[in-house]
């Protein structure tokens, strides 16, 4: 492997893992972003001054611009999406366009460019709900319960037949929820602890008692570039860390390591169709030597620091296109919110 194709590289993930192949590798790394609200430039600017690195604005639905970033590349990893559950529920038009047609379009241009491996980042939410009575195994049926999750799904069957129908040398991951540097503050973790930071209250849905695991994002970044390196063509891999907790745990967690007053917590009406908890089997990508290194403290620990470190860097977020979007999505709530 010589050169690689990143999409979405500027986002949370993305530019995290761009980082780790760039400290253990010596390749080329092309960072294919089409820079939504989402794509920081932030998040890899610091990184221009790597003669490894170069950054294309684009789009992966635009074939021409696809088969220019793709020239003299051997490997993509797509992380490109459009990744927030509740915007997909207020409008699910761009999740089908990104994380359904441009797949679509990434995948043919990979086919007409014969890379060594096509690495698809995907996500626990595609099996839909599950409980650890019946944790999900890799070659479960996909049954998706929200817009972002069925986009992700459809994203993923198109990887199936381009493996199925040409070949084309697929591996596929499914991770829980990830935290860490650089997430957007629109997610449940960074959001928590940059209102925390500012004093603001923190918005739990329902009664905070929904379930996700805590990833931290290096252990993902090793995992991918495990499965980049290891996988199996045409097999997903299953990521997650064993660190579930209720949505209020972790929001208690963030206000007692800010040394902040757990009164700040909000409880709000709940997300529609709000997904009770996910549950992953993760013996398959154990099996190939990896564990995570973050438990659910260290992760908090890590993640907390780092927003508390770089205002800057949150701060210009914040006072965006993001406070528009935070007033739509919580004014009205949290004025008929409850308290602990
Ligand atoms: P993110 O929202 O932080 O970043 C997404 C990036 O994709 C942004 O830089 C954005 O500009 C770019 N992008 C969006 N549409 C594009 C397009 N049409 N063309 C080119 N670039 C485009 O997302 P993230 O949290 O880093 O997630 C990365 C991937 O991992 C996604 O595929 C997501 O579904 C998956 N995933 C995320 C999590 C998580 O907890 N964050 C968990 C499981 C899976
Ligand atoms: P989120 O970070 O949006 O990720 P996902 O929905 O993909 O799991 O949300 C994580 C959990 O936190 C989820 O159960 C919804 C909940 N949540 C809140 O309680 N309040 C919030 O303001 C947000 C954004 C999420």
């Not at 979405?8 to 530019?15: K, P, R, T, V």
């Not at 860490?180 to 739990?204: C, M, S, W, Y």
Request: with cysteine.
């Amino acid at each position: 492997m010589k050169r690689v194709l990143i999409t979405g590289g500027a986002g949370f993930i993305g530019s995290n893992f761009i980082r780790h192949l760039l400290a253990r590798y010596d390749y080329e790394v092309v960072n294919f972003d089409k820079l939504t609200y989402a794509g920081n430039p932030d998040n890899v600017n610091d990184l221009q001054s790597d003669r490894r690195y170069r950054f294309v604005k684009g789009d992966i639905c635009d074939p021409a611009a696809v088969n220019v970033a793709l020239d003299g590349c051997d490997a993509v990893v797509n992380f490109a999406a459009e990744t927030h559950v509740d915007r997909s529920l207020i409008d699910a038009g761009a999740f089908i366009q990104t994380d359904v047609h441009g797949v679509f379009a990434l995948l043919e241009a990979a086919r007409q460019h014969g890379v060594e491996r096509f690495l698809h980042i995907s996500t626990d939410e595609v099996y839909g709900p599950r409980f650890p009575a019946n944790p999900a195994r890799e070659d479960d049926p996909l049954t998706p319960a929200n817009p972002y999750a069925a986009s992700k799904a459809g994203g993923e069957m198109q990887c199936q037949a381009f493996f199925r129908t040409y070949g084309l040398p697929i591996i596929v991951t499914r991770s829980r929820n990830n935290i860490g540097p650089r997430q957007h503050p629109e997610k449940a973790v960074a959001l928590f602890i940059t209102n925390a930071l500012e004093d603001l209250p923190l918005p739990v849905y329902g009664e905070g008692l929904q379930v996700r695991d805590r990833l931290y994002v290096d252990d993902n970044c090793e995992a991918i570039d495990l499965v980049l390196h290891r996988g199996q063509p045409g097999e997903a891999y299953n990521i997650g860390a064993d660190n579930e907790r209720p949505n209020i745990e972790v929001a208690q967690a963030v206000l007692d390591l800010l040394d902040k007053p757990r009164d700040l917590i909000r409880f709000i009406e709940d997300r529609t169709n709000h997904d009770a908890r996910y549950s992953l089997d993760t013996s398959k990508i154990r099996a190939l030597g990896w564990e995570p290194q973050h438990d659910f403290e260290t992760a908090m620990a890590r993640t907390v620091a780092w927003y508390r470190d770089n205002p800057w860097w949150w701060q210009k977020i914040r006072s965006g296109e993001f406070s528009v979007y935070y007033q739509q999505q919580y004014a009205g709530r949290l004025a008929r919110s409850h308290g602990p």
